[in-house]
């Protein structure tokens, strides 16, 4: 589950790619996508 801090960050492998993200309200912004 999201925690409701938007300074939190999360990751998630996504086919070739590792990406970051937070979450704040009901927003996904995207900080950082590397290739695996």
């Not at 938007?6 to 309200?25: L, T």
Request: hydrophobic content about 35%; cysteine-free.
């Amino acid at each position: 589950a999201y925690q409701n801090t938007s300074d939190r960050i999360y990751g998630v492998r996504y086919m070739n790619f590792d990406v970051h993200f937070k979450v704040k309200n009901d927003t996904l912004t995207v900080t950082d996508i590397n290739t695996i």
